[in-house]
């Protein structure tokens, strides 16, 4: 009830924006294709909310997509609009919460709600081999999805865990509180992608 009654809220307010459930960005070839999912918080009000893509809009899509098109994880240019014809390479983006919530934090129950959307994303994929989750509710979230206990999967930046047949990566969430702050740098962020790709290719 608290993220529809924000929805309709911000429906009211803002009637251009998207404003909805936001859906997992796909490359052009299809769910087949997908080979590395990642999985982010919820999206961002003026963000993915605004534009209905994720990270697309505010500042962690700049670093997301740029790091993607620098590791040939996506292709084109990124212009923080669904239009500018941005493409993804093997890769999948998704939320681990799909609707935007109050001040971007949303609470344990909408976590545990949006689980039920999580886990049938991730086997969408049949030739999925890698998730990446950024930051520390994403990868709980993840960890859960994939049907195994959190405690014998901790987070930690640049972290890489085998859980059944995929594995897990994990990276500090890409946005300007924590770039701003230095819990996060660009230098580490590309060292966990570098780490993908190099996975991807064995």
Known sequence: PRLHDFIADWRQREPTWFNAPVPTFLPPEGEDAVRLLIVGLAPGLRGANRTGRPFTGDYAGDLLYGTLIAQGLARGEFKARPDDGLQLVQTAITNAVRCVPPENKPVGGEIATCRS??????????????????????????????????????????????????TLFSSYHCSRYNTNTGVLTEAMFVNVFKEIAAFLQE
């Open 117 to 166: 959307f999580l886990v049938p994303t991730i086997g969408r994929f049949p030739n999925l081999r890698a998730v990446l989750a950024l930051g520390s509710i994403a990868h709980q979230s993840t960890v859960r999805a994939l049907g195994e206990r959190v405690a014998a999967y901790p987070f930690r930046h640049g972290g890489r865990q085998q859980a059944g047949s995929i």
